[in-house]
């Protein structure tokens, strides 16, 4: 059993739990699914610099990243380091988020929030809804198609954006369809946990143009950017680059406006 059957063994479980705890008719309650969501993939397709900033404590990967610093204030940093979008982490057992992670970064910035989750069940789209978010991520590797299909149409109709990410050729195959707003490249791979900036490039000409590209994990440089931007990214999701350090914000600002040079 790798760590991805792990980690989605255990979010099976908690959504039940979840589930018993709070129905889904309190969830529609919440005063924010009321908001009028904020595209990601818009702000992404006019961006200068396409940076998605993540808040990530910790990761199977790399254990501790960063558990000293509150999400308001790297909220408030990346949004005025100019980033595109903020992905926050709300998994518990394995990176150290939550929800209430994401409550604390709605009430903080204004920019489009994407829930970084494990999501396997409609329920969890009503629950990030709920909790301010405006994007929702999708994982080829651990949904078939039909899933895919069910889960993205049910976040549209929340008018919630969806990113869907593939690692290989056979999950983006699978995947395609014209309820999905962006499609993201992971270059992690989820058995190894290796890098390679190379699937990126490889799986690019495969992606219509009907979709806004985003490549996540990896990236580090602002050469890294300059050089996927060649292949038609727009969107580039950055995590321990900016939470390794004491202020991710200030850090993002100086990344950002390096790429803008």
Known sequence: MNILDKIVADKRKEVDLRKSLIPISQLEQSILTQRETVS?????KTSRTGVIAEHKRRSPSKSVINQGLNVQDV?????????????????GKYFGGSLDDLLLARASVNIPI?????????????????????????IAAILGREEIKTLSEKAKSLNLDVL????????????????????GVNNRNLKT????????????????????????SGISSIEAIK??????????????NFMKTDNPGEHAAQFINGLKK
């Not at 990601?40 to 992404?44: D, H, I, K």
């Not at 990346?78 to 992905?87: I, K, L, Q, R």
């Not at 799986?203 to 590209?213: G, Q």
């Open 40 to 44: 990601l993939a818009s702000a992404l």
């Open 75 to 91: 909220a408030l940093g990346y949004e005025s380091a100019g980033v595109s979008g903020m992905s926050v982490l709300t998994d």
């Open 114 to 138: 994407l829930r970084k989750e494990f999501i396997i069940d409609e329920y969890q789209l009503l629950e990030s809804r709920a909790h301010g978010a405006d994007v929702i991520l999708l």
């Open 164 to 183: 869907l990410e593939v690692h290989n050729e056979a999950e983006l195959h699978k995947s395609i369809m014209p309820s999905l707003d962006m499609l």
């Open 193 to 216: 946990f290796e890098v390679s900036l190379d699937t990126s490039k490889s799986l690019s000409e495969l992606i219509p143009d009907d979709f806004v590209k985003v490549s996540e």
């Open 227 to 240: 050089d996927l931007r060649q292949y038609g990214y727009q969107g580039f999701l950055i995590g321990e």
